[in-house]
Protein backbone atom coordinates (compact mmCIF):
# COMPACT_ATOMS: atom_id res chain seq x y z
CA UNK A 1 0.00 0.00 0.00
CA UNK A 2 1.33 3.55 -1.24
CA UNK A 3 1.77 6.30 1.23
CA UNK A 4 -1.41 7.81 -0.19
CA UNK A 5 -3.14 5.03 -0.11
CA UNK A 6 -2.58 4.20 3.85
CA UNK A 7 -3.53 8.38 4.21
CA UNK A 8 -7.07 7.88 2.70
CA UNK A 9 -7.63 4.54 5.00
CA UNK A 10 -6.89 6.60 7.94
CA UNK A 11 -9.64 8.78 9.50
CA UNK A 12 -7.55 9.78 11.98
CA UNK A 13 -4.78 10.87 9.78
CA UNK A 14 -3.55 14.63 9.69
CA UNK A 15 -4.15 15.48 5.81
CA UNK A 16 -2.26 18.74 4.06
CA UNK A 17 -3.28 20.41 0.85
CA UNK A 18 -1.46 22.07 -1.43
CA UNK A 19 -3.05 24.13 -4.45
CA UNK A 20 -1.85 25.38 -7.67
CA UNK A 21 -3.38 28.59 -9.36
CA UNK A 22 -2.60 29.45 -13.05
CA UNK A 23 -3.85 33.39 -13.45
CA UNK A 24 -3.48 34.98 -16.26
CA UNK A 25 -1.66 38.88 -15.47
CA UNK A 26 -2.13 41.23 -17.93
CA UNK A 27 0.88 42.98 -16.80
CA UNK A 28 3.28 40.35 -17.91
CA UNK A 29 0.95 39.05 -20.52
CA UNK A 30 1.04 35.10 -19.30
CA UNK A 31 0.57 32.97 -16.70
CA UNK A 32 1.90 33.65 -13.21
CA UNK A 33 1.26 30.60 -11.32
CA UNK A 34 0.30 31.25 -7.29
CA UNK A 35 1.31 28.02 -4.69
CA UNK A 36 -0.35 27.98 -1.35
CA UNK A 37 -0.98 25.64 0.98
CA UNK A 38 -2.78 24.55 4.19
CA UNK A 39 0.25 24.74 6.73
CA UNK A 40 3.38 26.21 4.82
CA UNK A 41 5.20 23.79 2.26
CA UNK A 42 8.34 23.95 0.32
CA UNK A 43 9.29 21.75 -2.98
CA UNK A 44 13.12 20.63 -3.28
CA UNK A 45 15.59 21.32 -5.82
CA UNK A 46 14.88 18.04 -7.23
CA UNK A 47 10.79 18.58 -7.69
CA UNK A 48 8.98 20.42 -10.06
CA UNK A 49 8.15 22.72 -9.65
CA UNK A 50 12.19 23.11 -7.64
CA UNK A 51 12.25 25.10 -4.55
CA UNK A 52 8.97 26.72 -4.14
CA UNK A 53 7.16 28.14 -1.53
CA UNK A 54 3.43 27.49 -0.85
CA UNK A 55 1.90 30.15 1.37
CA UNK A 56 -0.25 29.18 4.12
CA UNK A 57 -3.08 30.78 3.59
CA UNK A 58 -5.86 28.39 2.38
CA UNK A 59 -8.93 28.24 4.77
CA UNK A 60 -10.68 25.19 2.51
CA UNK A 61 -8.93 23.28 0.64
CA UNK A 62 -12.06 21.82 -1.48
CA UNK A 63 -15.87 21.60 -1.32
CA UNK A 64 -16.88 20.04 -4.97
CA UNK A 65 -19.39 18.71 -6.15
CA UNK A 66 -20.09 16.14 -9.24
CA UNK A 67 -23.93 14.95 -9.74
CA UNK A 68 -25.61 12.45 -12.78
CA UNK A 69 -28.76 12.90 -10.70
CA UNK A 70 -30.96 15.58 -11.56
CA UNK A 71 -34.61 16.29 -10.97
CA UNK A 72 -35.20 13.04 -9.69
CA UNK A 73 -34.13 11.41 -13.25
CA UNK A 74 -30.87 9.80 -14.48
CA UNK A 75 -30.43 11.61 -18.13
CA UNK A 76 -27.20 9.99 -18.85
CA UNK A 77 -26.31 13.22 -19.60
CA UNK A 78 -23.24 14.83 -18.52
CA UNK A 79 -23.59 17.86 -15.30
CA UNK A 80 -20.10 19.65 -14.83
CA UNK A 81 -18.95 19.96 -11.94
CA UNK A 82 -18.36 22.81 -9.71
CA UNK A 83 -17.10 23.59 -6.13
CA UNK A 84 -14.84 26.32 -4.45
CA UNK A 85 -11.66 26.86 -2.24
CA UNK A 86 -11.11 29.64 0.05
CA UNK A 87 -7.80 31.52 0.32
CA UNK A 88 -7.25 33.78 3.67
CA UNK A 89 -6.75 37.40 2.67
CA UNK A 90 -6.90 39.33 6.07
CA UNK A 91 -3.63 41.23 5.39
CA UNK A 92 -4.69 42.23 2.13
CA UNK A 93 -1.02 40.62 0.31
CA UNK A 94 -3.70 38.69 -1.95
CA UNK A 95 -5.06 42.31 -3.31
CA UNK A 96 -2.58 41.71 -6.72
CA UNK A 97 -3.41 38.72 -7.93
CA UNK A 98 -7.27 40.01 -7.92
CA UNK A 99 -6.28 42.07 -11.03
CA UNK A 100 -5.16 38.89 -12.91
CA UNK A 101 -7.46 36.61 -15.29
CA UNK A 102 -8.74 32.97 -13.18
CA UNK A 103 -11.71 32.30 -15.55
CA UNK A 104 -10.69 29.48 -18.08
CA UNK A 105 -7.45 28.81 -16.11
CA UNK A 106 -5.95 25.66 -14.46
CA UNK A 107 -6.24 25.16 -10.93
CA UNK A 108 -4.48 22.18 -9.13
CA UNK A 109 -5.39 20.83 -5.35
CA UNK A 110 -3.08 18.08 -4.50
CA UNK A 111 -3.88 15.65 -0.72
CA UNK A 112 -0.65 14.82 1.08
CA UNK A 113 -0.04 13.44 4.83
CA UNK A 114 2.04 14.77 7.84
CA UNK A 115 5.68 14.70 6.61
CA UNK A 116 4.79 13.82 2.99
CA UNK A 117 7.62 14.48 0.03
CA UNK A 118 5.74 16.86 -2.79
CA UNK A 119 6.59 13.54 -5.16
CA UNK A 120 3.67 11.28 -2.81
CA UNK A 121 1.07 14.09 -3.04
CA UNK A 122 -1.73 12.98 -5.31
CA UNK A 123 -3.75 15.31 -7.51
CA UNK A 124 -7.74 15.31 -6.45
CA UNK A 125 -8.93 17.62 -8.47
CA UNK A 126 -7.72 19.08 -12.02
CA UNK A 127 -9.55 21.48 -13.10
CA UNK A 128 -10.72 25.45 -14.06
CA UNK A 129 -11.35 28.60 -12.06
CA UNK A 130 -14.70 30.26 -13.13
CA UNK A 131 -14.24 33.24 -11.52
CA UNK A 132 -12.73 34.64 -8.09
CA UNK A 133 -14.90 36.38 -5.32
CA UNK A 134 -13.36 38.44 -2.49
CA UNK A 135 -13.46 40.84 0.20
CA UNK A 136 -11.72 42.43 2.72
CA UNK A 137 -11.38 38.40 4.85
CA UNK A 138 -10.57 35.93 2.03
CA UNK A 139 -10.78 35.41 -2.03
CA UNK A 140 -12.68 32.52 -3.00
CA UNK A 141 -11.45 30.76 -6.02
CA UNK A 142 -15.13 29.04 -7.79
CA UNK A 143 -13.93 26.05 -9.35
CA UNK A 144 -15.22 24.02 -12.65
CA UNK A 145 -14.14 20.51 -13.72
CA UNK A 146 -12.66 20.49 -17.51
CA UNK A 147 -15.81 20.15 -19.04
CA UNK A 148 -15.96 23.63 -19.30
CA UNK A 149 -13.39 22.88 -22.66
CA UNK A 150 -16.27 21.59 -24.26
CA UNK A 151 -18.42 24.85 -24.35
CA UNK A 152 -16.55 25.64 -27.42
CA UNK A 153 -17.22 24.41 -30.92
CA UNK A 154 -15.99 21.28 -32.48
CA UNK A 155 -12.45 22.51 -34.65
CA UNK A 156 -13.10 22.09 -38.48
CA UNK A 157 -12.01 24.20 -41.70
CA UNK A 158 -13.24 27.25 -42.67
CA UNK A 159 -14.65 27.28 -46.52
CA UNK A 160 -12.70 30.19 -48.30
CA UNK A 161 -15.23 31.06 -51.16
CA UNK A 162 -12.60 30.85 -54.19
CA UNK A 163 -13.73 27.21 -55.93
CA UNK A 164 -12.52 24.08 -56.05
CA UNK A 165 -11.97 22.08 -52.53
CA UNK A 166 -11.74 25.55 -51.16
CA UNK A 167 -15.61 26.36 -52.14
CA UNK A 168 -17.61 28.37 -54.13
CA UNK A 169 -18.48 31.63 -53.46
CA UNK A 170 -21.64 31.03 -51.38
CA UNK A 171 -20.12 28.75 -49.09
CA UNK A 172 -17.19 31.57 -47.57
CA UNK A 173 -16.23 31.07 -44.09
CA UNK A 174 -19.36 28.47 -43.14
CA UNK A 175 -17.71 25.57 -41.28
CA UNK A 176 -17.10 22.07 -43.10
CA UNK A 177 -19.78 19.22 -42.49
CA UNK A 178 -17.78 16.46 -40.55
CA UNK A 179 -19.04 12.65 -39.94
CA UNK A 180 -17.80 10.21 -37.77
CA UNK A 181 -19.49 6.41 -37.84
CA UNK A 182 -21.87 5.30 -40.44
CA UNK A 183 -24.83 7.85 -41.47
CA UNK A 184 -27.85 7.79 -43.93
CA UNK A 185 -28.88 10.52 -45.85
CA UNK A 186 -26.86 12.95 -44.80
CA UNK A 187 -27.05 16.62 -47.02
CA UNK A 188 -23.93 16.45 -49.48
CA UNK A 189 -22.35 19.69 -49.88
CA UNK A 190 -21.65 20.74 -53.12
CA UNK A 191 -18.61 22.68 -53.14
CA UNK A 192 -17.08 22.68 -56.74
CA UNK A 193 -20.02 23.08 -59.22
CA UNK A 194 -17.57 23.16 -62.09
CA UNK A 195 -16.27 19.48 -61.29
CA UNK A 196 -19.65 18.35 -59.68
CA UNK A 197 -17.85 17.61 -56.02
CA UNK A 198 -19.88 17.05 -53.02
CA UNK A 199 -18.46 17.16 -49.78
CA UNK A 200 -19.20 15.23 -46.42
CA UNK A 201 -16.25 15.30 -44.17
CA UNK A 202 -13.73 17.91 -43.26
CA UNK A 203 -10.83 14.66 -43.94
CA UNK A 204 -10.34 11.64 -44.90
CA UNK A 205 -13.41 9.09 -44.67
CA UNK A 206 -14.12 5.15 -45.00
CA UNK A 207 -16.40 5.31 -47.62
CA UNK A 208 -19.33 6.53 -49.47
CA UNK A 209 -21.55 3.48 -49.72
CA UNK A 210 -24.61 4.96 -51.98
CA UNK A 211 -25.35 8.37 -53.28
CA UNK A 212 -29.08 9.69 -54.01
CA UNK A 213 -30.36 11.93 -56.13
CA UNK A 214 -34.38 13.06 -55.10
CA UNK A 215 -34.33 9.93 -53.41
CA UNK A 216 -32.83 7.53 -56.50
CA UNK A 217 -29.79 5.94 -56.03
CA UNK A 218 -26.64 6.34 -58.11
CA UNK A 219 -24.36 3.77 -59.26
CA UNK A 220 -20.91 3.64 -57.84
CA UNK A 221 -17.63 4.14 -60.26
CA UNK A 222 -14.20 3.21 -59.75
CA UNK A 223 -12.97 5.76 -62.42
CA UNK A 224 -14.45 9.15 -63.74
CA UNK A 225 -18.27 8.76 -63.66
CA UNK A 226 -21.08 9.60 -66.37
CA UNK A 227 -24.82 10.43 -65.83
CA UNK A 228 -26.43 8.24 -62.77
CA UNK A 229 -23.41 7.90 -61.74
CA UNK A 230 -20.84 8.69 -58.70
CA UNK A 231 -16.87 8.44 -57.90
CA UNK A 232 -15.26 8.54 -54.17
CA UNK A 233 -12.44 10.92 -53.15
CA UNK A 234 -11.72 8.89 -49.81
CA UNK A 235 -8.85 11.41 -48.80
CA UNK A 236 -10.60 14.40 -48.96
CA UNK A 237 -13.99 13.31 -48.19
CA UNK A 238 -15.53 14.04 -51.18
CA UNK A 239 -17.57 12.39 -54.05
CA UNK A 240 -18.36 13.57 -57.57
CA UNK A 241 -21.16 12.74 -59.75
CA UNK A 242 -21.58 12.14 -63.39
CA UNK A 243 -24.19 15.03 -64.21
CA UNK A 244 -25.86 17.62 -62.66
CA UNK A 245 -28.39 16.61 -59.88
CA UNK A 246 -31.90 17.28 -60.43
CA UNK A 247 -32.62 17.50 -57.20
CA UNK A 248 -31.73 17.41 -53.30
CA UNK A 249 -28.36 15.16 -53.01
CA UNK A 250 -28.12 12.68 -50.17
CA UNK A 251 -25.50 9.95 -48.95
CA UNK A 252 -24.77 6.96 -47.06
CA UNK A 253 -21.24 7.82 -45.48
CA UNK A 254 -19.14 5.99 -43.18
CA UNK A 255 -16.94 8.70 -42.18
CA UNK A 256 -14.03 9.76 -40.40
CA UNK A 257 -10.83 7.53 -40.83
CA UNK A 258 -7.96 10.05 -38.90
CA UNK A 259 -4.34 8.35 -38.58
CA UNK A 260 -6.06 5.53 -41.79
CA UNK A 261 -8.13 3.89 -38.34
CA UNK A 262 -11.94 4.10 -39.02
CA UNK A 263 -14.69 4.49 -35.72
CA UNK A 264 -17.94 4.12 -35.01
CA UNK A 265 -18.73 3.27 -31.91
CA UNK A 266 -19.68 5.88 -28.90
CA UNK A 267 -16.25 5.00 -27.28
CA UNK A 268 -14.37 4.98 -30.49
CA UNK A 269 -15.90 8.68 -31.60
CA UNK A 270 -15.88 9.83 -28.45
CA UNK A 271 -11.90 9.89 -28.10
CA UNK A 272 -11.59 10.66 -31.39
CA UNK A 273 -13.26 13.93 -31.18
CA UNK A 274 -11.74 15.09 -27.67
CA UNK A 275 -8.38 13.97 -29.44
CA UNK A 276 -8.36 15.65 -32.75
CA UNK A 277 -11.38 17.87 -32.77
CA UNK A 278 -11.62 20.28 -29.23
CA UNK A 279 -10.98 23.36 -29.50
CA UNK A 280 -8.53 23.56 -26.21
CA UNK A 281 -5.42 25.09 -25.66
CA UNK A 282 -4.01 22.03 -24.37
CA UNK A 283 -4.60 18.48 -25.12
CA UNK A 284 -7.02 16.83 -23.08
CA UNK A 285 -6.01 13.44 -21.33
CA UNK A 286 -8.12 10.21 -21.36
CA UNK A 287 -8.51 7.77 -18.79
CA UNK A 288 -7.78 4.83 -21.54
CA UNK A 289 -8.90 2.40 -19.30
CA UNK A 290 -12.03 3.69 -18.56
CA UNK A 291 -12.46 3.89 -22.46
CA UNK A 292 -11.63 0.16 -23.01
CA UNK A 293 -14.04 -0.82 -20.32
CA UNK A 294 -16.86 1.36 -21.55
CA UNK A 295 -16.11 -0.08 -25.47
CA UNK A 296 -15.68 -3.64 -23.92
CA UNK A 297 -19.44 -3.37 -22.92
CA UNK A 298 -20.78 -1.21 -25.33
CA UNK A 299 -19.48 -1.88 -29.38
CA UNK A 300 -23.29 -0.65 -30.53
CA UNK A 301 -22.75 1.09 -34.01
CA UNK A 302 -23.85 4.75 -33.43
CA UNK A 303 -23.17 7.45 -36.62
CA UNK A 304 -22.77 11.36 -36.25
CA UNK A 305 -23.27 14.12 -38.98
CA UNK A 306 -21.94 17.72 -37.80
CA UNK A 307 -22.90 20.78 -39.93
CA UNK A 308 -22.79 23.86 -38.05
CA UNK A 309 -23.11 25.60 -34.74
CA UNK A 310 -23.06 22.55 -32.46
CA UNK A 311 -20.87 23.07 -29.48
CA UNK A 312 -18.48 19.79 -28.51
CA UNK A 313 -20.47 19.13 -25.09
CA UNK A 314 -23.35 19.20 -27.22
CA UNK A 315 -22.10 16.36 -29.65
CA UNK A 316 -20.88 14.43 -26.55
CA UNK A 317 -24.02 14.47 -24.86
CA UNK A 318 -25.55 13.07 -28.12
CA UNK A 319 -23.23 10.31 -28.77
CA UNK A 320 -23.63 9.73 -24.73
CA UNK A 321 -26.99 9.50 -24.67
CA UNK A 322 -27.57 7.30 -27.46
CA UNK A 323 -26.34 4.61 -24.98
CA UNK A 324 -27.12 5.65 -21.45
CA UNK A 325 -23.51 6.69 -21.36
CA UNK A 326 -22.20 9.68 -18.68
CA UNK A 327 -18.79 11.27 -19.35
CA UNK A 328 -16.67 13.79 -17.28
CA UNK A 329 -13.35 14.11 -15.65
CA UNK A 330 -11.36 12.70 -12.80
CA UNK A 331 -9.66 13.94 -10.21
CA UNK A 332 -6.87 13.45 -11.93
CA UNK A 333 -8.37 16.03 -14.89
CA UNK A 334 -8.40 12.62 -17.14
CA UNK A 335 -11.58 12.33 -19.16
CA UNK A 336 -13.62 8.97 -18.21
CA UNK A 337 -16.84 7.45 -19.65
CA UNK A 338 -18.84 5.20 -17.93
CA UNK A 339 -22.36 3.87 -18.06
CA UNK A 340 -25.20 3.42 -14.75
CA UNK A 341 -26.17 0.01 -14.33
CA UNK A 342 -27.87 -1.70 -11.92
CA UNK A 343 -26.16 -2.07 -8.25
CA UNK A 344 -23.16 -4.39 -8.34
CA UNK A 345 -23.87 -7.25 -5.89
CA UNK A 346 -20.09 -6.41 -4.66
CA UNK A 347 -20.22 -3.16 -3.12
CA UNK A 348 -16.46 -1.14 -2.58
CA UNK A 349 -17.87 -0.01 0.68
CA UNK A 350 -20.45 -0.27 3.78
CA UNK A 351 -21.80 2.47 5.73
CA UNK A 352 -23.77 2.12 9.19
CA UNK A 353 -25.69 4.34 11.64
CA UNK A 354 -21.79 4.96 12.83
CA UNK A 355 -21.36 6.44 9.48
CA UNK A 356 -24.72 8.23 8.93
CA UNK A 357 -25.08 11.81 10.12
CA UNK A 358 -27.71 12.31 7.85
CA UNK A 359 -30.57 10.50 5.53
CA UNK A 360 -33.21 12.16 3.36
CA UNK A 361 -35.41 10.38 0.88
CA UNK A 362 -34.99 11.62 -2.67
CA UNK A 363 -38.21 11.89 -5.47
CA UNK A 364 -37.24 9.42 -8.33
CA UNK A 365 -39.32 9.45 -11.60
CA UNK A 366 -42.31 7.27 -11.86
CA UNK A 367 -41.58 3.45 -13.30
CA UNK A 368 -41.31 3.22 -17.55
CA UNK A 369 -43.90 0.77 -18.49
CA UNK A 370 -42.59 1.33 -22.43
CA UNK A 371 -39.48 2.39 -23.88
CA UNK A 372 -38.69 3.30 -27.12
CA UNK A 373 -35.32 4.12 -28.65
CA UNK A 374 -35.27 5.79 -32.07
CA UNK A 375 -32.69 4.85 -34.47
CA UNK A 376 -30.84 4.83 -37.86
CA UNK A 377 -31.53 8.71 -38.57
CA UNK A 378 -31.59 9.97 -42.26
CA UNK A 379 -30.42 13.13 -41.47
CA UNK A 380 -32.17 15.07 -44.48
CA UNK A 381 -35.56 13.32 -44.51
CA UNK A 382 -37.58 13.96 -47.89
CA UNK A 383 -41.40 15.09 -48.33
CA UNK A 384 -43.24 14.03 -51.14
CA UNK A 385 -42.36 16.91 -53.46
CA UNK A 386 -38.54 16.19 -53.16
CA UNK A 387 -38.78 12.61 -54.02
CA UNK A 388 -38.31 11.52 -58.20
CA UNK A 389 -41.36 10.28 -59.18
CA UNK A 390 -39.27 6.69 -60.17
CA UNK A 391 -39.06 5.94 -56.41
CA UNK A 392 -41.59 3.12 -55.52
CA UNK A 393 -44.28 4.52 -52.72
CA UNK A 394 -42.33 2.28 -49.68
CA UNK A 395 -39.32 3.69 -50.60
CA UNK A 396 -41.00 6.95 -50.64
CA UNK A 397 -42.78 6.74 -47.69
CA UNK A 398 -39.53 5.90 -45.95
CA UNK A 399 -37.51 8.85 -46.90
CA UNK A 400 -39.68 10.92 -45.23
CA UNK A 401 -39.43 9.35 -41.88
CA UNK A 402 -36.38 10.84 -39.79
CA UNK A 403 -36.05 8.14 -37.52
CA UNK A 404 -37.08 4.45 -36.98
CA UNK A 405 -37.90 3.16 -33.97
CA UNK A 406 -37.61 -0.12 -31.72
CA UNK A 407 -39.40 -0.22 -28.36
CA UNK A 408 -39.97 -2.85 -25.21
CA UNK A 409 -42.72 -2.55 -23.38
CA UNK A 410 -44.07 -4.46 -20.03
CA UNK A 411 -47.78 -3.94 -19.39
CA UNK A 412 -47.30 -5.43 -15.93
CA UNK A 413 -45.73 -2.23 -15.24
CA UNK A 414 -49.02 -0.19 -16.31
CA UNK A 415 -51.00 -2.64 -13.75
CA UNK A 416 -48.92 -2.20 -10.60
CA UNK A 417 -48.43 1.84 -11.28
CA UNK A 418 -51.10 3.42 -13.34
CA UNK A 419 -49.20 6.51 -14.01
CA UNK A 420 -45.96 4.79 -15.02
CA UNK A 421 -44.85 6.65 -18.53
CA UNK A 422 -43.89 5.79 -21.66
CA UNK A 423 -40.32 7.18 -22.75
CA UNK A 424 -38.85 7.94 -25.84
CA UNK A 425 -34.98 7.95 -26.43
CA UNK A 426 -33.65 9.36 -29.64
CA UNK A 427 -30.27 7.82 -30.75
CA UNK A 428 -27.33 7.87 -32.97
CA UNK A 429 -28.03 4.13 -33.18
CA UNK A 430 -27.78 2.51 -36.87
CA UNK A 431 -28.89 -0.61 -36.50
CA UNK A 432 -32.67 -2.40 -34.84
CA UNK A 433 -30.74 -4.99 -33.08
CA UNK A 434 -28.50 -2.38 -30.89
CA UNK A 435 -31.81 -0.39 -30.50
CA UNK A 436 -33.97 -3.30 -29.66
CA UNK A 437 -31.19 -4.45 -26.99
CA UNK A 438 -30.99 -0.87 -25.86
CA UNK A 439 -34.45 -0.65 -25.31
CA UNK A 440 -35.26 -3.80 -23.22
CA UNK A 441 -31.92 -2.10 -20.99
CA UNK A 442 -33.58 0.57 -20.09
CA UNK A 443 -36.67 -1.03 -19.54
CA UNK A 444 -35.12 -3.16 -17.56
CA UNK A 445 -33.50 -0.09 -15.45
CA UNK A 446 -36.53 2.39 -15.27
CA UNK A 447 -39.41 -0.16 -15.59
CA UNK A 448 -38.95 -0.88 -11.76
CA UNK A 449 -39.31 0.59 -9.05
CA UNK A 450 -36.29 2.98 -7.60
CA UNK A 451 -35.23 4.48 -4.73
CA UNK A 452 -33.01 7.29 -4.13
CA UNK A 453 -31.52 8.73 -0.91
CA UNK A 454 -28.98 11.60 0.00
CA UNK A 455 -26.69 10.62 3.18
CA UNK A 456 -24.10 12.71 4.86
CA UNK A 457 -21.05 10.40 5.83
CA UNK A 458 -18.98 11.33 8.23
CA UNK A 459 -16.20 9.88 6.24
CA UNK A 460 -12.66 10.36 4.62
CA UNK A 461 -13.77 11.93 1.34
CA UNK A 462 -11.42 11.64 -2.23
CA UNK A 463 -12.13 7.32 -1.74
CA UNK A 464 -15.39 7.31 -3.94
CA UNK A 465 -16.35 7.80 -7.73
CA UNK A 466 -19.39 8.28 -9.27
CA UNK A 467 -20.81 4.96 -10.72
CA UNK A 468 -19.39 2.33 -7.50
CA UNK A 469 -21.53 0.26 -5.58
CA UNK A 470 -21.72 0.76 -2.20
CA UNK A 471 -23.63 -0.33 0.62
CA UNK A 472 -26.01 1.13 2.95
CA UNK A 473 -27.61 -0.41 5.90
CA UNK A 474 -30.03 2.11 8.28
CA UNK A 475 -33.30 1.25 10.65
CA UNK A 476 -35.72 2.79 7.96
CA UNK A 477 -36.88 3.29 4.23
CA UNK A 478 -36.71 -0.71 3.91
CA UNK A 479 -32.81 -0.23 4.65
CA UNK A 480 -32.69 -2.68 7.84
CA UNK A 481 -30.91 -5.73 5.81
CA UNK A 482 -29.00 -3.26 3.82
CA UNK A 483 -28.80 -2.28 0.42
CA UNK A 484 -26.48 -1.81 -2.66
CA UNK A 485 -26.90 1.51 -4.23
CA UNK A 486 -25.15 3.38 -7.47
CA UNK A 487 -23.37 6.55 -6.36
CA UNK A 488 -24.99 9.07 -8.91
CA UNK A 489 -23.80 12.48 -6.95
CA UNK A 490 -21.26 13.58 -4.50
CA UNK A 491 -20.23 16.53 -2.53
CA UNK A 492 -16.69 16.37 -0.57
CA UNK A 493 -15.79 18.82 2.07
CA UNK A 494 -12.68 18.52 2.48
CA UNK A 495 -12.88 21.26 5.99
CA UNK A 496 -15.54 19.11 7.96
CA UNK A 497 -14.06 15.71 6.58
CA UNK A 498 -17.64 14.93 5.35
CA UNK A 499 -19.04 13.64 2.23
CA UNK A 500 -22.45 13.30 0.40
CA UNK A 501 -23.66 10.90 -1.53
CA UNK A 502 -26.88 10.81 -3.85
CA UNK A 503 -27.94 6.67 -4.04
CA UNK A 504 -29.87 4.93 -6.76
CA UNK A 505 -30.97 1.76 -6.91
Not at 330 to 342: H, N, Y
Amino acid sequence: MSAFDALIADPLARRRYLVILEPYDPAVEGIVPQYFSDDGFVTLPTDTPADTYFDPRLLTALNFERQLFTDGRLSGRSVPGAGTLQLNNADGALDPITAMAFDGRRVRVLLGGEGFLYTQFETIFDGTADGIEFDDIAVTVRLRDLQSRFEAGVDRGIYGGTGGLVGRVGLKDREKPLTFGRVFHVPAILVDPASLTYQVHDGPIEDVDAVFDSGLALTKAAGVPIAGQYSVEAATGTFRLGASAAGTVTAHVRGDKTGGVYVDTVAGIMERLVTTRASTQAPIALDMAGFAAFAGICSYQVGLWIREGRSMGEVLDALADSVGAHFGFDRAGRMTIGRVEVPAATPVARFDVSNVLDLERLAVARPVWRQSVEYRRYWQPLDAASVAGAVGDEARADLAEPVRVEAAADPAIRTLHPLSEEAVVTTLLTEAASASAEASRLLSLFGSGRVAFRVVLKTEPFALELGQTVRLTYPRHGLTAGRNLVIVGMVEDSAVNEITLDLWG
